[in-house]
């Protein structure tokens, strides 16, 4: 395991601390009493879950969706429009998720290099032990067996078709070319209806959906009217099963005890169809092909919403991360959830609508190096971390590079074009992680 404290970033501040404690002792209260009430919480009937990733879904995009499935379950959910990804990478993003550690801490920092390590507990674990049936289909190479994010799941379907030409995609060296390999949304949601039936028959489920299709390359199998570009159109294909999948819970009456959490694990650049993109042979960033090696907005703000009938529509804009869903989700399935997360329980801010106090958000990227590594290509990129102060301000690091650290003002320069010299002050204000990699 490989916590430590010293590299935390300084997450929490003494306001958010009482916070937090007071929503414990409260949803203490509530354990075991499912029926009960105490001050602003409200009865739920919350029994399963259903974790949803749209990959490489932009926050900017998905939140501009109408008439979709995403939008409809907006309307009893409760939105994060301030959410940040630790990670561009699908593997580290996804360790992050469902440990709700920083990547520094759980140990799965790049492709295909390290396993997420067997003693860093995971939320399907958790909830395994405390009797949840617990169920995933996933759709590409990076969450692959072989990562173990499958651990504490008793089903775990990460059956690829092969590749175009035939081949096996786990035996393609080049990282490109397997993120061709795809099981698409229609044979995720497939597979989702024939396991929902025998879901009845459990008492406590958690099911975990990836949908892939929104990564390169960009050929939606339908055109929809509503999308701008490919891209969009992979996103609603995905939108549009997900929206099978939740009539088929409805038909099941399993829609109306089931919380259902849809999030990007990163967004994704695309060279130019959108006004912040920077990658692409002719622009800022030619070794950024859709994510992975930066760590603008484009490819770390997310989507992040909690949906069920019992949850007001309302929007959060606090910023929140991907270290939250873990510990989130299991305070409202009044579950424990034991390790130490870095994310926080935001339970109550989704019953009550309150807004947690702001906290400083952190994420890295260790792939422009494995990228030198593999091909040999751009021997000037470097890794990079970038610190969330709030959200207005990030200050980037390109490690080793002249100047090391820049600020970027969000409000003033929302597409991230001016890059601003960062106070020594505030750089000194934080520890920023080590490279390193594996457990301490
Ligand atoms: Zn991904």
């Known amino acids: 395991m490989c916590h430590a404290a010293g590299l935390r970033v300084q997450p929490y501040n003494l306001e958010w601390l009482a916070f937090a404690a007071g929503r414990f002792s409260t949803y203490r209260a509530c354990l075991g009493t499912k029926l009960s009430c105490i001050g602003d919480w409200i009865v739920s009937d919350i029994r399963n879950v259903i974790l949803v990733t749209y990959?490489?879904?932009?926050?900017?995009?998905?939140?501009?969706?109408?008439?979709?499935?995403?939008s409809e379950l907006a309307s009893h959910g409760c939105q994060f429009r301030r959410a940040i990804s630790s990670s561009p990478m699908t593997p580290v993003s996804h360790a992050t998720i469902f440990t709700g550690l920083q990547p520094y801490n759980h140990g799965l920092r790049r492709l295909f290099r390290e396993p997420l390590p067997e003693t860093v507990p995971t939320l399907a674990e958790a909830l395994s032990e405390q009797g949840f049936f617990t169920a995933a289909l996933v759709s590409c190479?990076?969450?692959?067996?072989?990562?173990?994010?499958?651990r504490g799941f008793q089903h775990y379907d990460d059956w690829l078709p092969p590749l175009p030409d035939g081949s096996d995609p786990l035996s393609v060296p080049d990282v490109k070319l397997r993120g061709l390999a795809l099981k698409r949304a229609n044979q995720v949601s497939e597979r989702a209806i024939d396991l929902i039936p025998g879901l009845k028959d459990k008492d406590r489920w958690f099911m975990f959906l990836h949908f892939f299709d929104a990564h390169w390359p960009y050929e939606p199998p339908e055109t929809s009217d509503r999308q701008a570009n490919p891209y969009e159109g992979e996103l609603l294909f995905a939108d549009k099963h997900l929206g099978r999948i939740v009539q088929c819970l409805k038909d099941h009456d399993a829609f109306d005890d089931t919380l259902i959490v849809i999030l990007g694990d990163h967004g994704e650049d695309l060279a130019g169809w959108y006004p912040n993109d920077k990658s692409g042979a002719e622009n800022l960033h030619p070794?950024?092909?859709g994510h992975g090696c930066c760590l603008y907005q484009q490819t770390q703000h997310v989507p992040l919403m909690f949906s069920h009938a019992s949850i007001a529509e309302r929007s959060i804009e606090t910023q929140v991360g991907l270290i939250d869903v873990a510990p989130t989700i299991a305070g409202m399935l009044g579950a424990?959830?034991?390790?130490?997360?870095?994310?926080?329980?935001?339970?109550?801010?989704?019953?009550?609508?309150?807004?947690?106090?702001e906290r400083v958000l952190y994420a890295e990227t260790m792939h422009p190096r494995e990228i030198q590594e593999n091909t040999g290509k751009f021997p000037e990129i470097v890794n990079s971390q970038c610190i969330w102060l709030d959200p207005q301000r990030k200050i980037m690091r390109w490690i080793g590079k002249s100047p090391e650290y820049v600020m970027f003002d969000l409000s003033a320069d929302p597409l991230e074009t001016n890059p601003l010299p960062a106070p020594d002050d505030l750089i000194a204000r934080y520890t920023w992680p080590e490279e390193r990699v594996g457990p301490a």
């Open 55 to 70: 990959d490489c879904a932009r926050a900017d995009v998905v939140w501009d969706f109408q008439n979709t499935t995403f």
């Open 287 to 289: 070794e950024e092909e």
């Open 336 to 357: 424990d959830f034991r390790g130490q997360p870095d994310g926080v329980d935001l339970s109550g801010t989704i019953r009550t609508g309150a807004e947690p106090p």
């Open 141 to 150: 190479p990076g969450l692959m067996k072989w990562y173990g994010h499958c």
